[in-house]
Each structure stands twice: as structure tokens, then as C-alpha cells.
């Protein structure tokens, strides 16, 4: 994938029926989205061509898509995508807003007005821009962000990372990622902060749980929120298609993995399991990939028992084979306890202490 060398993004006001005029910060100080644009080209090199949308406060702007790259990984040859930086100071000279290191540009400013801003991009294609309010849902109160990314037919990142309230991240990476295994960090309480505000400024109650384009071969994403330690919400998006104000969101997540300074973990034995569903003879529980990672992170803290239980339900899974477990024959659960039948082993079960079943899903939730 090829990117632009980093430049100085210069874009000229015009300012017509005011002379000479400076502009001022303040008149473009909020948050836009892309409405129009005829041209071909307008998404900036990234990883995906997200919804385009520009946060600028009064000393930087923010491109709320984000930018991406990829290159090849020396040790395994595979590509693996990277995440630059997506937040770059500017400043006013003249009749020119001068923004350093940017990798779009040049645009030159043709109109500004309260709610709408129109562009022209180096090919003279107009884009035309509204303003946007975002509003704080503060009382949302999330303890646990989970978000999780499928892989796809091709090279998109394939990974699981929980942020809690309290500044714990717990990440697994599976493929065309940097950090490929387990890993534990602490963020500062300001990383965290910013990512929680992110995804608060979404009212996830007026959204659908699931989205989906209308092509193949892309990846989904599923993003869980937990409250007083219950799943609020799960939202699947396959091919990023959902409200952009959901889709901006993502970048918090994405851009955390290559700044974080993490450790890896060296595991006690516990299986690197994707769980896929919970069934029995008439009905089934399918997981979101996000809330299989919930479970495994909670199954990996849990403790383990000599306690006989009814098996209730069959667990559907899968294995990654790039990690040397031992082979899984069979799993069982009544939701709460967990027996692992592993190839030419005794089982092992596992106490999670609580009804993971009970306590995230309804009846409803199951599938005949």
C-alpha cells in the first residue's frame, strides 16, 4: 500500500465579499462530515475507506478516520497493518491554515459558513462538509469496552482488546497485527478516559445490534459494552457500514495497539479458544466474537473445581492452530461451569463463578 510522504497540508481561504480579511479559528472550530463529493479518489491512503469527518479545536485537527498502513513483517513474511497518527497541530497565516504532517491535502477552502464548509481538492473536486453535534452520554457509565476485528478474505487485522474502567487492557492478537499472542497492560487514567468519551458520545440504545453490507469476503467487527458487569449492548458491523458516529469510534481502539506499552503474558495452561455458541437439543446461543473474547478473558481467571454439574449445553468452538494448546475434544457447560475435554487428557472444569449465560442473555437471545 503506497503513502504519501508526509507534507504540509496548505489550504487557502478564499474569502469573498470581505477584503483581506483573516480568518479566524474559531468560525471552523467543531466537528464535520463528509456530505458530498463527486470525485473518484477522496478517501485519504488508509487501511479502509471509512466515513471522512474532521474534529478541529483551537490548536489541531483530528481526522476522525483515522490513517493505516501495512508492511511486511520480516520474521513471517506476512503484512501487518499499522497505525499513524491521526490528530496534527495547525495554525493561521495569512489567508492559509497550515497544517504540519499531514498526510491528505492540499484543500483549499471555498466556502465557510456556520453549519457547511466546502472544500477543493488538488483535482478541483468540490467537498462539501456539514458541522456536527456530538453529546456526551455520560451516564452510560461503561465498566468494560470490548472490540473485536474478524480478519477477512485478505489481510485485515485479526484481534480482541477489553479496556476497563479501571485502566485494564487484556489483548489477543491472532493475525496481520504487530503484537501477535496475549499481552496485559495498564493505560493512564487519561488514555482511558479519552477512548470511554469516544464511544460515549454514541447513544448505543438507539442503534441496531447489527449491520451488515451488502457484499462478501469483508471482516465484522463487534463492539460489547458492559455496565455493573452485565453486557449492555453487542454490536456486529460486517463491512463497516454503521452510523459513522459508531465507525469513528473504532480508531480509539485501533490506534491504542501500536502505542501500547504492554507485556506479554506467560499463560498457565489455559486454551486459546474462540467460542463460537452455546446449544443444546432444540436451541441455540450465538456469540459475537467480542463476547467470546469476554468469556475467554473470564474463563482464564477462573478457578478450577472437581464439582459435577448437568451438562446443559454443547459449546461450539474453534482452536487456533498457530498456538501450541493441546487439542480440545469437546467442551460442556451449564453456564456457569466449564468441563474441558482435552485429546489424551483427564477434563478439566472450570468455576467461572457466576452464570456467564444467565447473567448476558435472555431467552430471547437463543435461536430455535
Known sequence: MKVIPLALLIISLLISCSGNKKPEKVSIVGTWSVVEYPGESFYIPMEY?????LTISEDSIEFLSGFTNSKKNPTTGKHQFYYLNNVFPYKIEADSILIADSLAGPWRIEKLHSDTLILTDKNANLIKLQRIQFKQHENFGYDQIIFSRSGCFGPCPNYDISIKSTNEVLYRGSNFVS???????????????????????????QLSGDYVADHTDDEAVSTTFLKNGEIVKTISDYGRVGPKELVWTYVSMEYLLDSLIAERTIESWFPTITFYSFSNDSVKLQLEQSESFLLWGELRQSTITDTDFPSDYEVNFGQSTKVKDDMIQQIESDGQYFRIQVQGKQP???DLGYNFVKRHFDRSDFEE
Not at 49 to 53: A, E, I, N, R, T
Not at 179 to 203: C, E, M, P, W
Request: glycine letters at 8%; charged letters at 25%; hydrophobic letters at 30%.
Open 49 to 53: 475507506s471509512g466515513p471522512f469527518g
Open 348 to 350: 478439566i472444569t472450570y
Open 179 to 205: 503484537k501477535i499472542g496475549i499481552y496485559k497492560a495498564n493505560l493512564d487514567h487519561k488514555q482511558t478516559r479519552t477512548i470511554f468519551s469516544k464511544f460515549n458520545r454514541v447513544d448505543i440504545t
